[in-house]
């Protein structure tokens, strides 16, 4: 498969885009063609793993690493349970947060690193790689547990300075050894820009060599296709005949354009919800048309508090830039912060389930939803216990914290502070 940049100047094959990140001209890649998985492989999809979904996907995308690699990448990457809940009779939770860093960015952070290391292992100048992220909490985490340790890449990790949570701060500045944290005095938005500024500026780039765990990078976006995918198959194994639309909380509008790889593979499913907390640029163009990026609103699903997400680019392209295409299939709702308190009381009290705030907001809008005909599922985001400062008050009950979520607790923070300015960040890089 050849990728193309949404700017229209850069092109690269798989590998090539992974290890660039962002296109040399700014831009996001796409993959040139749209591939379909085999109507046989549909047709016994019920009957499929996850890691026999995964791989299938994958192979469409995939023809530089050989069937055999690609298959244990698959299954070391994934090598936790992804439960989907009932929460009501059409109304599903599907849990992606069992991974090391109970977030879902776990699949797309392991699958990365693990195909990045591979190609390094392929490489004959082994120079560093230097993987710059951005992130408001869960990125930050799931990238630094991915790529701990892996031999000839280093994790620059830029997170906005007192706006992450406790634990997600823990999470963020205990590795050490290779992974290096940028604490920024400003807001996420701030550390998008800086990152972005980083990967496409040339005489930095001369002297080292960059590439972007964010979701700009498509290595991290099409391992996410596969929960989509098996969601469905989960349904159709127990007896759904119409298609599921998909409840995507969202801030960058990764996992959304994800969920759109899978459909576009051939995968079962009906349409998408995009799901925001009170920063509504989507949804606003959805309804408006009119694109309006702006500075983020901090909110207490703050891994969504995305001012210009990122992704948007990507799906306009998708949709050849008609906002009715678009509209078709994905429906655009903005979900307050008192609303998501609500729903996380609600289902508490209804059912006993606990709900973070990112996947609260997918809850609320799925409550909100026009009577839809098949099964919904929401995408489970977050574990709670990861928000606990918003969800233990809400319930009036504490939440035990999970085994993984306890070691970092114990560590020592270690931080780089800088200022939101990109001189304040060359001069960072370029001394650590
Ligand atoms: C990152 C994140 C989101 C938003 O996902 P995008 O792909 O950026 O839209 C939602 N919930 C949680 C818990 C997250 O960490």
Redesign the pocket.
């Known amino acids: 498969m050849r990728f193309h940049s949404t700017n229209g100047k850069s092109r690269a094959g798989f590998s090539e885009a992974l290890r660039l990140g962002l296109a040399p001209d700014g831009g996001l890649f796409m993959p040139d063609i749209w591939p379909h998985v085999s109507a046989t492989f549909l047709r016994k999809l019920p009957k499929k793993h996850f890691h026999e979904i995964a791989l299938a996907l994958f192979k469409l995308f995939v023809s530089e690493i050989p069937e055999r690699e690609l298959k244990k990448i698959t299954r070391e990457a994934f090598d936790f349970p992804v439960p989907l809940i009932r929460l009501e009779e059409n109304l599903f939770v599907l849990e992606l947060f069992h991974g090391p860093t109970m977030?879902?960015?776990d699949f797309g952070a392991r699958f990365l690193s693990r195909t990045l290391s591979y190609f390094l292992r392929k490489e004959k100048d082994r120079g560093t790689l230097n993987i710059i992220v951005a992130t408001?909490?869960?990125?930050g985490s799931a990238v630094a547990s991915g790529f701990f340790n892996v031999p000839g890449i280093r994790v620059f990790i830029l997170y906005p300075s007192g706006l992450v949570s406790r634990l997600q701060e823990q999470q963020l500045t205990t590795y050490g050894k290779n992974i290096i944290a940028l604490e920024v005095k400003g807001t996420f938005d701030d550390c998008q820009r800086l990152a972005k500024q980083a990967l496409s500026d040339k005489s930095l780039n001369a002297e080292m060599r960059f590439s972007s765990a964010n979701?700009i990078n498509f290595g991290r976006l099409l391992p996410q296709a596969s929960y989509y995918a098996y969601a469905a198959a989960l349904l159709q194994r127990g007896g759904f005949k119409k298609k599921p639309t998909f409840i995507?909380?969202?801030?960058?509008?990764?996992?959304?354009?994800?969920g759109l790889i899978a459909k576009k593979a051939g995968f079962p499913i009906a349409r998408f919800v995009a799901a925001t907390n009170a920063n509504s640029v989507v949804p606003e163009y959805l309804q408006t048309g009119k694109f309006a990026p702006r500075k983020s609103k901090k909110t207490i699903?703050n891994?969504?508090d995305?001012g210009n997400?990122s992704?948007f680019v990507r799906i306009l392209e998708f949709y050849r830039g008609s906002r009715k295409a678009m509209a078709k299939d994905i429906l655009g709702m903005s979900i307050s912060d008192a609303e998501t308190r609500a729903t996380i009381r609600d289902v508490f009290c209804g059912s006993g389930y606990v709900l973070?705030p990112?996947?609260a907001v997918g809850v609320a809008a799925a409550r909100k939803l026009p009577g839809s005909e098949g099964p919904v599922v929401i995408l489970g985001?977050?574990h709670p216990a990861?928000f606990r400062e918003v969800v233990e008050p809400v319930i009036g009950k504490e939440l035990p914290l999970p085994k993984q979520l306890q070691a970092p607790m114990k560590k020592k923070k270690r931080s780089v502070v800088i200022r939101p300015r990109f001189p304040d960040l060359v001069h960072a890089l370029r001394r650590l």
């Open positions: 977030a879902f960015k408001s909490g869960d990125t979701s995507v909380p969202s801030g960058n509008f990764g996992n959304l354009f994800a699903s891994a969504m995305v997400p992704n973070d990112h996947t985001t977050a990861k």
